[in-house]
């Protein structure tokens, strides 16, 4: 597609369930980020991918958090055992890899998880 | 660790004026970039402008501008011409020079416009 797409653009769960986002970066870009927004917290990294591996995965709240990244491509947020205050809108964003300097990040719609 | 502060929770401006959105940041490295982006209500981040610390050179881009003042960790967006299409929230970030290439954001400033 033209732009970072992300599924489902709404997800409404119960406390304790597991859920997946979903994340479709643009093509042939190398680096995929997820940040989370949220009204207390703002918008906070989560993790870096370049390629397939996470170099930086310093911005996971707990263990509860996990991403995969698989063929270089789409990425899945799974969170487990849901809790309240996993309420957010969840965004991921992708670009180019140059040793020149940083490239802009595009970043999907969102998905936005409500846990009750 | 590095932080950004946008100060003005919510500013306006009318129609065709011009209105200045404050972003200070703190951090002991002496190369990084800034970036202002745009999340209107559909939630998609657009990238609105960028700037590289080691450039003295304010950036531009059309109606959008930065006051980049590196000594005083300032970076501010001006927009001229407002146009209502402006209207969204406005977030400042910072991006170290390292190998981790995340933003580091500001906590945003609600601009409104009005005809």
């Known amino acids: 597609g033209a732009g970072v797409s992300q599924s489902p653009s709404n997800k409404v769960t119960e406390k304790g369930k597991d859920v997946e986002l979903r994340c479709d970066p643009i093509?042939?870009?190398?680096?995929l980020y997820w940040y989370r927004q949220s009204l207390g917290q703002g918008l906070e990294f989560l993790i870096y991918?370049?390629?397939?591996?996470?170099?930086?995965k310093s911005g996971l709240p707990s263990d509860r958090f996990s991403a995969e990244r698989t063929g270089g491509s789409v990425s899945t947020l799974t969170i487990q055992r849901t809790q309240q205050e996993d309420s957010a809108v969840y965004l991921c964003?992708?670009?180019?890899?140059?040793?020149?300097?940083?490239?802009?990040?595009?970043f999907g719609p969102g998905t936005r998880l409500t846990v009750l | 660790a590095q932080t950004v502060t946008q100060s003005q929770p919510e500013m306006s401006v009318q129609e065709a004026e011009t209105v200045t959105l404050s972003c200070t940041y703190d951090?002991?490295?002496?190369?990084?970039?800034l970036f202002w982006y745009k999340q209107p209500p559909s939630r998609q981040m657009i990238l609105v402008i960028r700037?590289?610390?080691?450039?003295?050179q304010n950036a531009t881009e059309n109606r959008f501008s930065v006051n980049f003042q590196k000594a005083a960790k300032s970076f501010s967006l001006k927009i001229s011409d407002s146009q209502l299409g402006d209207a969204a929230m406005y977030f400042c970030?910072?991006?170290?020079?390292?190998?981790?290439?995340?933003?580091?954001f500001g906590t945003g400033t609600r601009l409104q416009v009005f005809p």
């Open positions: 951090t002991s490295e002496s190369d990084y970039y």
């Open positions: 700037q590289e610390a080691y450039k003295q």
């Open positions: 964003a992708s670009n180019f890899y140059r040793t020149s300097g940083p490239q802009a990040q595009f």
């Open positions: 991918f370049q390629g397939n591996s996470a170099p930086d």
């Open positions: 970030a910072y991006r170290s020079n390292t190998n981790t290439d995340k933003l580091i």
């Open positions: 093509s042939g870009h190398t680096a």
